[in-house]
T-cell receptor, first 114, second 109 residues
Framework: NAGVTQTPKFRILKIGQSMTLQCTQDMNHNYMYWYRQDPGMGLKLIYYSVGAGITDKGEVPNGYNVSRSTTEDFPLRLELAAPSQTSVYFCASSYYGAWDEKLFFGSGTQLSVL | GIQVEQSPPDLILQEGANSTLRCNFS?????LQWFHQNPWGQLINLFY???GTKQNGRLSATTVATERYSLLYISSSQTTDSGVYFCAVEDGTASKLTFGTGTRLQVTL
């Protein structure tokens, strides 16, 4: 049981480049999330999904896009990378409606935009 | 949106000591969770505790929803307890958690 898997673990981008952060979970969770964590700070929600085909914006969605074609996968797309997107990105999932709606995180992607 | 404040921001303990971390929130919540981020950055869920008290080994948590706070107790601390402890709450919108800024704990020998 792998849980929440993110790839890549590290990436350096040049300003203006694009990339996709991959996230997959094998726990049959209906809800999935993308958070970013800036140095010394808490986590901020970028986008979330309540099920396949349904996505919505979080607190800091500008510069990002998401899709959710399957229950398992929730990729995050960065278009025209900017230095302000340098951060650690975490994917997470939970089973909303369960008696215990714990949030499980992937191991994170450290992204630098130079 | 809902505000989450954690205290203290930093804490240094000697191994074996006990500690209490506090999380205050500004509105009623449907969901409250505590997380530990270890020095390698991994986030581990400690408790799902929108109300009441739970215990897991040396850790326990209590949420008093009517007074809008939660406490995380760490007893007999170990160096492996070092890291940042986050409280996160959800105020009723699609299980979107809002995170506090964390308590950074260092346990020394």
């Amino acid at each position: 049981n792998a849980g929440v898997t993110q790839t890549p673990k590290f990436r350096i981008l040049k300003i203006g480049q694009s990339m996709t952060l991959q996230c997959t979970q094998d726990m049959n969770h209906n809800y999935m999330y993308w958070y970013r964590q800036d140095p010394g700070m808490g986590l901020k929600l970028i986008y979330y999904s309540v099920g396949a085909g349904i996505t919505d914006k979080g607190e800091v969605p500008n510069g990002y896009n998401v899709s959710r074609s399957t229950t398992e996968d929730f990729p995050l797309r960065l278009e025209l990378a900017a230095p302000s997107q340098t951060s650690v990105y975490f994917c997470a999932s939970s089973y909303y409606g369960a008696w215990d709606e714990k949030l499980f995180f992937g191991s994170g992607t450290q992204l630098s935009v130079l | 949106g809902i505000q989450v404040e954690q205290s203290p921001p930093d804490l240094i303990l000697q191994e074996g000591a006990n500690s209490t971390l506090r999380c205050n929130f500004s509105d009623s919540v449907n969901n409250l969770q505590w997380f530990h981020q270890n020095p390698w950055g991994q986030l581990i869920n400690l408790f799902y505790i929108p109300s009441g008290t739970k215990q897991n080994g040396r850790l326990s948590a209590t949420t008093v929803a009517t007074e809008r706070y939660s406490l995380l107790y760490i007893s007999s601390s170990q160096t492996t307890d070092s890291g940042v402890y986050f409280c996160a709450v959800e105020d009723g919108t699609a299980s979107k958690l809002t995170f506090g800024t964390g308590t950074r704990l260092q346990v020394t020998l």
